[in-house]
């Protein structure tokens, strides 16, 4: 079957994908305390079926968090995602990680979607990242979801949708924490625009929950990151250490959550 014009599947290179994973887990390792996946982690997916994965879109992290999810929890998928066309004419090269140009909020970009979309979703192994919400929005407020997901999901019966909330709270630390979560998957023939929206919602408000809890034991760290407030009071919590002759932990916030 030949793809759409600028086929995503057929650009796409492992070899480039495999670098850019790399250099999204340095970016991440280096402006995160840590990267992680709220317990019980990515929902049991069967490999005869497409998956779309779906987020709130709070940050211009959120992309360079797909890659890093997809990477740690999706070895054997091929992961595509979509991206603003002016944004993309920018910066080429990422045509050959998987990444499409559609033009938001435009009839033109709505069908590509779908298109390019389609195209991508007739192959089992491969899954979709959106940033469903189409505009930034701060993660705790109500969700709401642009109607192109669920008409792409249409016409991807085979597929299944599976909810990601995204949330990067500071919490004792000088940097903050990537936190994700994913909902239970919905088959393509069940997701209604107002399904998707609830379930978004629903797996949103639980992540916020445990962001506002402050407990690494509820999460599953897949990136360890810097650590540390660092500067003066850095210094002094360093200086104060070795006086009473203790070790120094630039940590704030024990792994196990006490």
Not at 104 to 133: C, E, F, K, M, Y
Request: aromatic share 8%.
């Amino acid at each position: 079957m030949t793809g759409p014009a600028g086929d995503p599947v057929a650009l796409r290179s492992p070899a480039m994908v495999r670098f850019f994973d790399g250099v999204m887990q340095r970016q991440m390792r280096r402006a995160f305390r840590a990267v992680r996946v709220a317990e019980p982690g990515l929902p049991a997916l069967p490999d005869d079926r497409p998956v779309v994965f779906f987020s709130n879109h709070p940050s211009w992290w959120d992309p360079a968090f797909y890659i890093v999810l997809s990477a740690a929890l999706l070895p054997g998928r091929c992961s595509f995602g979509p991206m603003e066309a002016r944004a993309l004419e920018r910066y080429r090269f990422m045509r050959r990680i998987g990444i499409f140009g559609i033009e938001p909020g435009t009839t033109s970009g709505a069908a590509r979607l779908l298109r390019v979309g389609g195209h991508i979703l007739s192959d089992p192994a491969h899954v979709l990242w959106l940033t469903a919400q189409g505009h930034f929005a701060d993660p705790r407020t109500p969700v709401e979801l642009q109607r192109g997901l669920s008409r792409l999901l249409s016409r991807a019966p085979q597929a299944l949708a599976v909810p990601v909330a995204l949330e990067y709270p500071f919490w004792s630390e000088k940097r903050p924490e990537a936190l994700a979560a994913f909902g239970d998957a919905i088959p393509a023939a069940e997701a209604t625009h107002e399904r998707l929206e609830q379930a978004l919602q629903d797996t949103a408000n639980a992540l916020a929950a445990r962001a506002k809890a402050r407990s690494p034991a509820a999460f599953d760290t897949i990136l360890g990151g810097r650590v540390g407030v660092g500067g003066i009071y850095g210094g002094w919590s360093r200086l104060r250490a070795r006086i009473r002759g203790r070790s120094y932990r630039p940590e704030h916030l024990p792994e196990s959550g006490e």
